[in-house]
């Protein structure tokens, strides 16, 4: 009676975790670059880390050609920013 037990647990377990890939908030895709990931998150808050090292967070407003607009940044709340998307090495969004 065990192994089936542990069977069907694993089961569950596999099925939860294909269910959260698939439900991911970055909606990642094999073609994508930084701007269409970038313009995924309009609307939404999203951390940038900089070529440079830096980090800085926000909420997107647009994206365009070379620049992504944000506004209402992390500790700088009445402040908004336009980033060069060639200096971003990485988007983080929250997942939960």
């Given at each position: 009676?065990?192994?089936p037990?542990?069977?069907?647990?694993?089961a569950?377990?596999?099925?939860?975790?294909?269910?959260?890939?698939?439900?991911?908030?970055?909606?990642?895709?094999?073609?994508?670059?930084?701007?269409?990931?970038?313009?995924?998150?309009?609307?939404?808050?999203?951390?940038?880390?900089?070529?440079n090292?830096?980090?800085?967070?926000?909420?997107?407003?647009?994206?365009?050609?070379?620049?992504?607009?944000?506004?209402?940044?992390?500790?700088?709340?009445?402040?908004?920013?336009?980033?060069?998307?060639?200096?971003?090495?990485?988007?983080?969004?929250?997942?939960?």
């Amino acid at each position: 009676m065990k192994v089936p037990a542990l069977f069907a647990a694993f089961a569950l377990l596999a099925s939860a975790t294909a269910a959260t890939a698939q439900d991911s908030k970055l909606g990642f895709k094999e073609n994508d670059t930084v701007a269409t990931v970038l313009t995924r998150q309009v609307g939404q808050s999203v951390e940038l880390r900089l070529r440079n090292g830096e980090k800085m967070g926000g909420k997107v407003v647009k994206v365009g050609n070379g620049l992504v607009h944000l506004n209402q940044l992390t500790s700088q709340e009445f402040f908004e920013a336009a980033v060069a998307l060639d200096s971003i090495a990485a988007v983080v969004v929250r997942a939960k």
